[in-house]
């Protein structure tokens, strides 16, 4: 099959678990809770979204975009791929995992958990949207973008993930949400604040 790539980068992790480490960022074109056109944000399932992932480049197939990740590997340690988007697992698949893998990535996702996941992922972060049901309720981190007034966070805190984590929603009450996340943890703390460093840092 073919993929439609966003963009592909080199960076580092801003947050959770994996954070200050060097990643080649593949984000897929496209996601299953909002067109990413601001016309239809209104009657979008998420409506905060802040990433932009319309258009892109079309690679013919898992080799070829194999081959475009480890071209853009900075070089040298151990590499280390992050999917996301939109939603990757709309694209991303076991023929694409397995080839980056021959190239000696680790592989890791960043998707919202409403679809099942391709086998032979390392590391999995599910961010869940309040309307949308969870499909996918195990994996490395759950990253919850703080506040969503409909999620349940303490059902979401039983769920088999090695790490909870709160992110304030940013925006013009991004403080707010901050202050309000920190209390939220400090009185639940099953949960961690997760900060975005990468905006702190200036990168991508």
Known sequence: MSYVVK????????????SGRVAVFCRFAGCNLWSGR???????????????????????DAESLADAIAATWPGGGRRFVVFTGGEPMLQLDAPLLRAVAARGFQTAIETNGTLPLAPGLDWVCVSPKAGAPLAVTAGSELKVVFPQPALDLEALA??????????????????????????????????????????????R
């Open 7 to 18: 963009e592909l980068f080199a960076t580092l992790q801003g947050e959770g678990g994996q």
């Open 38 to 60: 601001e016309a239809d944000r209104a009657a979008a399932v998420c409506r905060f979204c802040d990433t932009e992932f319309v258009g892109g480049t079309r690679h013919a």
């Open 158 to 203: 039983t769920l088999d993930f090695t790490h909870h984590w709160l992110s304030p929603m940013d925006g013009p009450d991004q403080a707010a949400n901050a202050a309000a996340a920190f209390d939220y943890c400090m009185t639940h703390p099953a949960w961690r604040l997760n900060i975005q460093a990468h905006k702190i840092w200036g990168i």
